[in-house]
């Protein structure tokens, strides 16, 4: 009877999960477009805040580039590069600065070796093979009744959820490390600071809400797995 309404309760949780990721996957694109219609009072472009965030941090070998969508903006360590979607690149807004700011945030960590971005960093071809391999194994597990092939799929299921909560850190902190450079400047202050640091906040919720969903599923997998 327990394990039966654990199996109800569980369906309860990620259900749960869902809506509070889709709750926030809707706050993140709601806040950006609200802040993307307030312009800055400087009117320096996203790209070139960038650029001037990662000179006077003394990092010289990272490009700014512009890449093809919405909000796919990201810092590619791999080339060195920060990339910007196009509801960022060239515009003035203040969501536009943000996002812009905050990649650069993770461009600096990588050029000082933050520690939590250099683990995740390691730990994502591991993270890429327990994401393509988890679902099968759990998947074979159930319908061959291997209790062997789904313990090792919920193994690479926690390998995951591990890259997820090392994330956490690495996004808080480029984050953090955003505002306060944009402050540093003395161009953002006040009310203009604080809009910035709505759609940082908003966005990092995204994550916090992904890691919740999968460690909810996760429960529900043990539950599942014990109840066999």
Known sequence: MF?????????????????????ASFNVKRTFAK????????????????????????????KVEHVRGNLTDHYDPRVKSVRLSDAVYGKISVASIGVAAHECGHAIQHNGSYAPLAFRNKLLPVTNFGSSMSGPLIFSGFFFSMPA?????????????????ITLPVEFNASAR???????????????????????NAAALTYVAALLVSLLNLIR???LRNKR
């Open 149 to 165: 092939l789904l313990d090792w799929g919920i193994i690479l299921f926690c390998a995951v959820i591990l890259f997820q909560l």
């Open 35 to 62: 802040y993307s219609k307030v312009q800055s009072r400087d009117r320096t472009t996203a790209e070139e805040v960038s650029e001037a965030i990662l000179r006077n941090a003394g990092v010289h070998d990272v």
């Open 221 to 223: 997998l043990i539950g």
């Open 3 to 23: 394990m039966l309404n654990f199996y109800f309760y569980g369906w309860g949780f990620i259900v749960l999960g869902t809506v509070i990721s889709m709750v």
């Open 178 to 200: 955003a505002c306060e450079i944009l402050e540093s400047t003395g161009r953002y202050e006040g009310e203009e600071l604080k809009d910035v640091r709505k759609v940082l």
